[in-house]
């Protein structure tokens, strides 16, 4: 990861949370002076965001000491300390939601993909572009980390040609739909020249056959009939190789069908757009005299 574009991030967060001061821990605290705390996993699951955890407080102070139990990508049960961390009480207070924050929303990512992952077997789960704002650089890593894989990471480096794009040249040039998708691949491969995969959104057999035939190296069926998938599998057999990936409301029993086809990939928006929050707290334990 890019750790300068990591702390610019993080320092984002804390100015959204402090802004001019924490009046409450100012109030209470006028003097600093060093606590240990402990930061315990309350819900179980997958940990991902340690280092973020971490740097968001060495970005209020370099005096915090971590010690933690377990690392990125480790499974853990409710309740488990984690690990204990040492620093100043004002900065450990002004910091600790924040860092609580990237931990559990990554935490929660990665836990929600290492479910589905174990349960698609050889087939591959993909992210996708569907990521809190600012934010996707950390939440792919956390896809990783659950075991899952990265779709492109934006409009810059693969071509997608999505049931919009269709729609748009279908109206602008006065097409049916497949001579449509004929058109938009033709014309991404002359603009790409090769240097990009091109990957097209296709809803039956229908266009996946008219797509494949115009050498595209993905189709996505998003929203397609099990038996049009089915269909293009068996069919896919006879020809040249080409990676099929399937997508739109994908679910554990979804995941269960598709896995008696002959699938690549599938691309799943909601590890990234509503998982479930793996729940972190941070609990103070007592001061540390030789620091005072």
């Not at 896809?143 to 990265?150: A, I, L, P, W």
Request: glycine content about 6%; overall charge positive; proline content about 2%.
């Amino acid at each position: 990861m890019d750790w300068n574009l990591i702390d610019k991030i993080i320092k984002d967060a804390l100015k959204e949370d402090i802004e001019t001061g924490d009046i409450t821990t100012d109030g209470i605290f006028p003097n600093n002076f060093f606590v240990s705390s402990v930061l315990i996993c309350k819900s179980g699951g997958v940990i991902c965001g340690l280092e973020i955890f971490k740097r968001t407080f060495l970005l209020l102070s370099p005096s915090f000491k971590f010690y933690f139990k377990y690392k990125d990508g480790d499974y853990v049960k409710k309740n488990t300390i984690i690990g204990e961390i040492e620093g100043p009480v004002k900065e450990l207070l002004k910091g600790e939601r924040t860092s609580l924050n990237f931990l559990q929303r990554l935490s929660g990512i990665a836990t929600e993909t290492r479910r589905l992952v174990k349960e698609s077997g050889k087939i591959k789960i993909y992210d996708t572009r569907k990521t809190t704002p600012n934010l996707r650089t950390l939440e792919k890593y956390a896809v990783k980390t659950g075991g899952g894989e990265n779709h492109r990471f934006g409009l810059f480096d693969m071509v997608l040609i999505k049931d919009n794009h269709i729609k748009a040249l279908i109206e602008k040039e006065n097409l049916d739909k497949l001579t449509a998708i004929k058109m938009a691949i033709k014309k991404v491969k002359q603009y790409t020249k090769g240097n990009y995969k091109i990957e097209i959104e296709v809803e039956n057999f229908k266009e996946a056959t008219i797509a494949y035939e115009q050498g595209v190296d993905i189709i996505m069926f998003d929203n397609a009939k099990i038996s049009d998938i089915k269909r293009f599998c068996q069919f896919k057999k006879r020809k040249r190789d080409c990676e099929i990936e399937v997508s739109g409301n994908i679910d554990l029993k979804k995941i269960k069908k598709l896995k008696k086809f002959d699938i690549d990939r599938i691309s799943i928006g909601s590890i990234t757009h509503s998982p479930k929050a793996v729940d972190f707290s941070l609990k103070i334990k007592n001061l540390i005299k030789s620091q005072v």
